[in-house]
C-alpha cells in the first residue's frame, strides 16, 4: 500500500478531509501517517467518544456507578439512530446499557440522556480534559435532538443568526426556542434534505483530537470498575472482517448530511492496538461513503502483517 496514493484517494472524496493511522503507547499517540490529522472538521456523532469518556471519568470518581438507574423522558427523545428513540417515557435504563448503545447503535436517545445525567457543562469540559485542541467550539455542547430540532425546522436565517451570536446566546436560543420542541422519531425528517450548517451546528475535532480521547478512554479500560469501557469500545466491529489479524476491533462512525467520519481501534494478534481515522467534510453535496470505507481496507490489511515487507505498522 502507498501512503501517497491513499492521501489522493482521500482528497478526492471531499473537499475537506484528515487521516491519521497511530498506535497507542499507554494513553498517548504515536504517529504512523497522517495527513491534515491537526485540521478540525465536524465529525457528527463520533462526540460520542466524548461522553464515554466524562462518564468513564465520574465512575473513577466514584460519583456514577455502571448500575445506575436513568428514567426516559419525554424531553430528552432524540432520532433514530437507535432503538431508544421508541422506548417509552417512565422507562429505567442502567448507566452501562445506554453507554452501550451510544457506541454501538449510535443510539442518539441515549446518548441525550447520558449528558443530561452526567451534566451538559461536564461533558463540554470533558473535551479540553482529553486533550481536544479547540474545546471552545463544542460549547455550548449540542444534545442529538437540538441538532436534529435546529436542521428539521429551522431557516437559513435563524441558522445564520445561531452561528454569529455569542455562547451565551447561542445557550438562550437552545433553551428558549429548541429545547421545548418535541421531536417524533415517526414524523420524518422535516425541511432536512441535504448538508446543512455542517461548518457551525455540528461537533468538531480534528483525528489528533480522536486519537487522544480514544488513547486515553483505551488505557482507563485496563483499570478496576473501568473494565467495561473496552468492551463498549470495541462493541461495533465497524465491518472489519478479519478476526485473525484483529481479535479486537472497535468502530465510532458520524454520519449526517455532508460530514462522515469513521475512526477505528484495533487490536492485532501480538497485542498492539491501532488507531485509523478518516474524516470528510462537503457542504455542498454527497459523500461516497462506500469508497471511503473501501479506501481503508488496505490501511486495515498492511497494519494486520505482523512480520513482513506487506507491514505498515511503523512509522514513515
Not at 38 to 67: M, N
Not at 277 to 301: C, H, K, M, T
Request: hydrophobic share 40%; charged share 20%.
Amino acid at each position: 500500500m502507498s501512503w501517497p496514493a491513499l492521501d489522493q484517494s482521500l482528497a478526492a472524496l471531499a473537499p475537506q478531509s484528515n487521516l491519521l493511522v497511530a498506535e497507542f503507547q499507554g494513553g498517548a499517540c504515536a504517529t504512523i501517517h497522517g495527513r491534515n490529522e491537526a485540521t478540525p472538521l465536524a465529525i457528527a456523532s463520533t462526540f460520542k467518544l466524548y461522553v464515554l469518556g466524562e462518564l468513564a471519568r465520574q465512575i473513577q470518581a466514584g460519583e456514577v456507578d455502571w448500575d445506575d438507574g436513568i428514567v426516559l423522558a419525554d424531553s430528552l427523545r432524540s432520532m433514530p439512530s437507535g432503538d431508544y428513540a421508541w422506548v417509552a417515557a417512565g422507562t429505567v435504563v442502567d448507566v452501562q446499557s445506554l453507554a452501550e448503545a451510544m457506541i454501538r447503535q449510535s443510539d442518539n436517545t441515549a446518548t441525550d440522556h447520558l449528558i443530561d445525567f452526567l451534566g451538559r457543562e461536564n461533558v463540554q469540559r470533558a473535551f479540553a480534559a482529553y486533550g481536544h485542541s479547540a474545546p471552545e467550539t463544542n460549547i455550548p455542547l449540542l444534545l442529538t435532538r437540538e441538532l436534529f430540532g435546529i436542521k428539521m425546522s429551522q431557516s437559513q436565517g435563524w441558522m445564520d443568526r445561531y452561528m454569529s451570536s455569542t455562547d451565551d446566546e447561542q445557550a438562550r436560543l437552545l433553551e428558549e426556542e429548541i429545547d421545548p420542541l418535541t421531536i417524533n422519531p415517526a414524523a420524518g425528517w422535516g425541511n432536512w434534505n441535504g448538508p446543512t450548517a455542517i461548518e457551525g451546528i455540528e461537533w468538531f475535532a480534528s483525528a489528533a483530537d480522536l486519537c487522544r480521547v480514544t488513547a486515553s478512554l483505551w488505557s482507563m479500560g485496563a483499570q478496576a470498575d473501568l473494565e467495561p469501557v473496552r468492551e463498549i469500545l470495541t462493541s461495533n466491529r465497524g465491518g472489519v472482517p478479519d478476526t485473525a489479524a484483529w481479535p479486537r476491533a472497535g468502530y465510532k462512525g458520524g454520519f449526517e448530511a455532508g460530514v462522515l467520519n469513521m475512526t477505528y481501534i484495533l487490536e492485532r494478534s501480538d497485542g498492539r492496538v491501532f488507531f485509523v481515522s478518516a474524516g470528510y467534510n462537503q457542504p455542498r453535496g454527497a459523500i461516497d461513503q462506500s469508497a471511503a470505507n473501501a479506501e481503508l481496507d488496505g490501511v486495515f490489511a498492511c497494519l494486520g502483517v505482523v512480520f513482513g515487507p506487506g507491514s505498515c505498522a511503523d512509522p514513515e
